[in-house]
């Protein structure tokens, strides 16, 4: 069983910048598929980016050209680096691990969340 836990999350001023952790007990690397996700109040959660075990990346639009995810097997890590951020990408920001990457949200791992705030 993976274990991920996220880091990074704070207050930032529009335009700024953040680069969320996410920290996995156990080994990704037979994982396929990790990404992170995003929930604002009173909203879905939502897919912000995925990567594979090989570094393809995919990215939700909203966010493309601004946030860059990245991987390290051998550390058990990944990142997501948020650039030109903007009001409306405040919520609690969520790692996920999908094992076999077929998208079945049953199959799916969770880390806590970590806030995000940009202000105005």
């Known amino acids: 069983q993976v274990q991920l836990v996220e880091s990074g999350g704070g207050l930032v001023q529009a335009g700024g910048s953040l680069r969320l952790s996410c920290a996995a007990s156990?080994?990704?690397?037979?994982?396929?598929?990790m990404g992170w996700y995003r929930q604002a109040p009173g909203k879905q959660r939502d897919l912000v980016a995925t990567i594979t075990s090989g570094g393809s990346t995919n990215y939700a639009d909203s966010v493309k050209g601004r946030f860059t995810i990245s991987r390290d097997n051998a550390k058990n890590t990944v990142t997501l680096q948020m650039n030109s951020l903007k009001p409306e990408d405040t919520a609690v920001y969520y790692c996920?691990?999908?094992?076999?990457?077929?998208?079945?949200?049953?199959?799916?791992?969770w880390g806590q969340g970590t806030q995000v705030t940009v202000s105005s």
């Open positions: 156990g080994s990704i690397f037979s994982i396929n598929v």
């Open positions: 996920n691990a999908d094992r076999n990457g077929l998208g079945y949200i049953w199959d799916f791992y």
